[in-house]
Nanobody, 122 residues
Framework: QVQFVESGGGLVQPGGSLRLSCAAS????????TSWYRQSSGKERELVAG????????NYADSVKGRFTISRDNAKNTVYLQMNSLKPEDTAVYYC???????????????WGQGTQVTVSS
């Protein structure tokens, strides 16, 4: 059974930082690209960042480029999202998922964890 368990969210002031983690299980993690998505109230889920299976190639939404960094540890079946210079518009529930192949060009799985809430507010 494919599972994703996100953690690390919380309340942070504008300009602050958080590091999200996502522990994956139930599939061959080291052979699959992974991505972070987010969904804020009343909006559709949007792609934030993706990373290939080897951890070499990454891609980011324009809104987070230069502020967020995605990384992964294949030995721990975990993907991370380091978020710096946070803004109120980053407030959302953050989810991770894996793709059906080694790059983010493959379709993402239709499996989601419970997500982790990030709230940026003073």
């Amino acid at each position: 059974q494919v599972q994703f368990v996100e953690s690390g969210g919380g309340l942070v002031q504008p300009g602050g930082s958080l590091r999200l983690s996502c522990a994956a299980s139930g599939f061959a993690f080291s052979t699959a690209a992974t991505s972070w998505y987010r969904q804020s109230s009343g909006k559709e889920r949007e792609l934030v960042a993706g990373i290939d299976s080897a951890g070499i190639s990454t891609n980011y939404a324009d809104s987070v480029k230069g502020r967020f960094t995605i990384s992964r540890d294949n030995a721990k079946n975990t993907v991370y999202l380091q978020m710096n210079s946070l803004k109120p518009e980053d407030t959302a529930v953050y989810y991770c998922t894996a793709h059906w192949g080694p790059t983010t060009g493959f379709r993402p799985r239709a499996s989601w964890g419970q997500g982790t809430q990030v709230t940026v507010s003073s």
